[in-house]
Structure formats: structure tokens, C-alpha cells
């Protein structure tokens, strides 16, 4: 190492960080209406793919060891002094929701190639491997359960079941969709070593740090999650001869689940939210009762308690509709994962090094999942939090300041380099 580098003096190159995003924004690319750019990248797609590919170039041209494992997880190491030394990693995933933007995600695995680089470009090398991953399949639009990769990794579910999971959109086979993309690894599942600490950088995708005028959000964990899919079995009629008092009608009783579920949350208060994001109607058509509706309720709350009682409430609404209106409801668990807090320590670690950097910090718990609560099962685990623009993600039109992309990338590069031991 060049004798006038201190690591702590050390700083991410922003503008390289950005066009990276850009770029990786490139594929899969959506324009909206008001001019918005984001991305259309839903798990193991052909989309998914050239996005992969792209990262893996970049982990390439870093000479990185990059491995693929049976579930489609990608990682990049960079070594460490110590041979037998367990990796710090920095991970998040580049998939994308239908309608997602360009930091969801690929902020947290392009801010780790920006860390390594950046070490790399200073001579500073560290006792600990550096590995930077992306998971397959955090965001579960197309694959239930999210996080599923990173589940996968950390011996939370087996293989062989992620592998049979089907698509939401098209019912294609998990399994089948990594070998069609060119991504069905040999690297077994469970992860054969488990890392020595993990970090995740990811915007905060809601309203908290805007707010508050605040830089760097420290996390402390992640809220509790229940996704179910609702089937609702009806009379199919004709719409315009079928009398009020003679319907079975599915439209019906979804509207009244999605009325009822907000009504829940709202009488909950705190941390409850509850939200139909999808909803078909079979056969979809102007003049006809449905015969059938299939919808998803997504349940969250920061307590286990409280998300066991919205679960609670839900499913005594389903069986009073389905009585009054004489359908079938069926209920399938899609998703479901208990709150996690985070090491203590290692929130400590997150908040003094972004206090020591400057920037004005605060801690708060992730409405969002996150592969970083799969990876607190088996190691220490943080993550850092930047501002989004109008508390927006999930969204075209998600977005986050160079500048605070710049401070929460400097920040994860501290708290690795902390982690990893710089050599002196
Ligand atoms: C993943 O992004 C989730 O929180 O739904
Ligand atoms: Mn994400
Ligand atoms: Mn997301």
C-alpha cells in the first residue's frame, strides 16, 4: 500500500458508482409517460439475464473469483491476506419489480464493486476476503417467496423446493428458468462457509429520512412479512339478467377483501400496513359476473404479535364474505417471515462510522424486505440507508441523490474496510 493512504481517509469514486447504475438501468429499460426511467427486470426473465451478465462483465474486469450457485446466487471475491479467513460480503439483488427503478437493489451490489475498486485503485488490502453477491429473486414478483435466493444460501429452505417454485406470470419452473438463462451454478446450496459479516447498502424506499432531513439511516431490522394468494370461487352469470339477490359474484368479494384489509390496518395503527397488489378477474370480462378472482394480500408489521393479529383479522374477514355471498375462498401462504433485528453492534458500527464521516445519521427499521434479514440468520448483519426522493420505489420514477449515493457508498466502504482488517 502506497504509505500515504489512510484507509480511513479513503472514498468511493460516486460518479464511476453512477454510471454503473446508469448502465445497468439500461437494460430492461422503461420510459414513463412524465419522462420517468426505470427498469423491467422480474427474476430469472430474459432481462434478468443480460442484467446478470452485464455485473458478472464488471466483476470480471475486477478480476474477481465469481462463482454461481444452484439457485442462480452470483458471487465475486476479492482475497484477503488470511487463506483461512471467512469473507465480509456486501450483497443485495438486481432484479427488478415490473415497474422498478434504477437503485432498488443494484445500489447495493454495485456500491460493493465500487468499494472493491476502490480499494483495489489505492494498494490497501485486507486480512478478510471481500465477496460482493447478488441473490436471485429478492423481490418475489415473480417467484414467491422474496428473498428467495438469499433463503436458499443460508439453509432456509431446500433447494430442491426453490427449484420446483412456479411463476406468478407464466407458472415456468424455477429450476428450468435458471438452466434457460444460463445461470444454474455448481456451487452447492446451502452456502458451504457462511460469511463473517454482511452489509447491505439500499436506498430507504420510503418517506423516513427525506423527512427528517436525514443522510444515512442505520437499520435496525427488518419488518415482519405475510403474503397470501386468495383464490375465490363464484358463479359465473351473466351481468345483465342475474339478479343482486341470486349472485355469487368473486369481483364482488375481492373488492371487499381489499376495503376490508385497509380498514384493518387503519384500525391497527402503527407500523400495520396491508395492500392487494394483484388482482385478476376470470374471465375478465364487461358483461359477465366473474367465476373466479385471484388476488394477493400483503401483510407487514415491525410486531410478530400485532402481524399474527392482522393474519387473524384477515382470515375472519375471508370467512364472513365467503359465507354472505355464498363463494369458496381459498387461501395460499406465499411468503411469510418473521421481524429481524439486526446485531446490535453492528447498527453501532454503521451509525458511528456515518457520524465520523459527517453525515447526519438515525436509526430505523426497514418496511421493505431485504436479503440482508435472511444473512442475520448466520452472521452479523447491517444495513445502510439512503434518502429516496419523495419516499418513492417500486416506482418509475424512484430515485436518490448522486450525493447521498455517495455518502452511503462511503459509508459501506468504511464499515468493510473496518470489517475485512486493512493491512497496515
Ligand atoms: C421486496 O422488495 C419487498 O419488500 O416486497
Ligand atoms: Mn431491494
Ligand atoms: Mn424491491
New binding site residues.
Given amino acids: 500500500m502506497p504509505a500515504s493512504i489512510d484507509p480511513a481517509a479513503l472514498r468511493v469514486d460516486g460518479s464511476r458508482l453512477w454510471r454503473r447504475l446508469e448502465a445497468l438501468g439500461e437494460v430492461g429499460a422503461v420510459h414513463g409517460p412524465n419522462g420517468e426511467r426505470g427498469n423491467a427486470r422480474l427474476a430469472l426473465t430474459d432481462a434478468d439475464r443480460l442484467g446478470r451478465d452485464l455485473v458478472v462483465s464488471w466483476m470480471g474486469d475486477l478480476g474477481l473469483a465469481v462463482s454461481t450457485d444452484a439457485v442462480g446466487n452470483v458471487t465475486a471475491t476479492w482475497p484477503g491476506s488470511d487463506p483461512a479467513a471467512s469473507a465480509v460480503m456486501i450483497g443485495s439483488h438486481i432484479d427488478t419489480?415490473r415497474t422498478g427503478g434504477w437503485f432498488?437493489?443494484n445500489l447495493g451490489v454495485l456500491g460493493g464493486l465500487e468499494v472493491i475498486e476502490t480499494l483495489m485503485a489505492a494498494g490497501i488490502t485486507t486480512r478478510r476476503p471481500i465477496t460482493v453477491a447478488f441473490f436471485t429473486n429478492?423481490?418475489?414478483?415473480r417467484f414467491a417467496p422474496?428473498?428467495l435466493g438469499s433463503l436458499v444460501f443460508v439453509g432456509g429452505m431446500p433447494l430442491e423446493e426453490a427449484l420446483d417454485v412456479r411463476a406468478a406470470d407464466d407458472s415456468a419452473r424455477l429450476g428450468d428458468e435458471l438452466v434457460r438463462i444460463g445461470y444454474a451454478g455448481s456451487t452447492p446450496c446451502p452456502a458451504p462457509v457462511m460469511p463473517h459479516a454482511f452489509v447491505e447498502l439500499h436506498i430507504e424506499?420510503g418517506p423516513v429520512l427525506e423527512e427528517q432531513g436525514i443522510t444515512i439511516g442505520a437499520v435496525t431490522g427488518v419488518q415482519g412479512?405475510s403474503w397470501t394468494e386468495v383464490t375465490i370461487t363464484g358463479q359465473s352469470a351473466h351481468a345483465g339478467t342475474t339478479p343482486m339477490r341470486l349472485r355469487h359474484d368473486p369481483g364482488y368479494v375481492a373488492a371487499a377483501i381489499t376495503t376490508g384489509i385497509r380498514q384493518i390496518a387503519e384500525e391497527m395503527g402503527g407500523a400495520q400496513v396491508a395492500t392487494v397488489g394483484r388482482c385478476e378477474f376470470h374471465p375478465n370480462l364487461v358483461n359477465v359476473v366473474p367465476a373466479a378472482v385471484t388476488m394477493t394480500v400483503?401483510l407487514?408489521n415491525t410486531d410478530e404479535g400485532l402481524l399474527v393479529e392482522a393474519e387473524e383479522r384477515f382470515v375472519a374477514l375471508c370467512l364472513r364474505l365467503a359465507a354472505e355471498e355464498g363463494v369458496q375462498i381459498e387461501r395460499r401462504p406465499l411468503a411469510r417471515f418473521e421481524p429481524v433485528e439486526f446485531d446490535p453492534t453492528m447498527i453501532e458500527r454503521v451509525e458511528t462510522t456515518a457520524r465520523g464521516l459527517g453525515h447526519s445519521t438515525m436509526r430505523l427499521p426497514?418496511?421493505?424486505?431485504?436479503d440482508a434479514q435472511m444473512l442475520a440468520r448466520v452472521c452479523p448483519t447491517s444495513m445502510v440507508f439512503v434518502p429516496s426522493v419523495n419516499g418513492l420505489?417500486?416506482n418509475l420514477a424512484e430515485r436518490t441523490e448522486p450525493g447521498d449515493i455517495q455518502a452511503g457508498a462511503d459509508v459501506l466502504l468504511q464499515v468493510v474496510l473496518q470489517l475485512a482488517e486493512p493491512l497496515g
Fill in positions: 419489480v432498488d437493489g429478492e423481490e418475489g414478483a422474496d428473498m424506499q412479512i400483503d407487514r426497514s418496511g421493505a424486505g431485504h420505489s417500486h
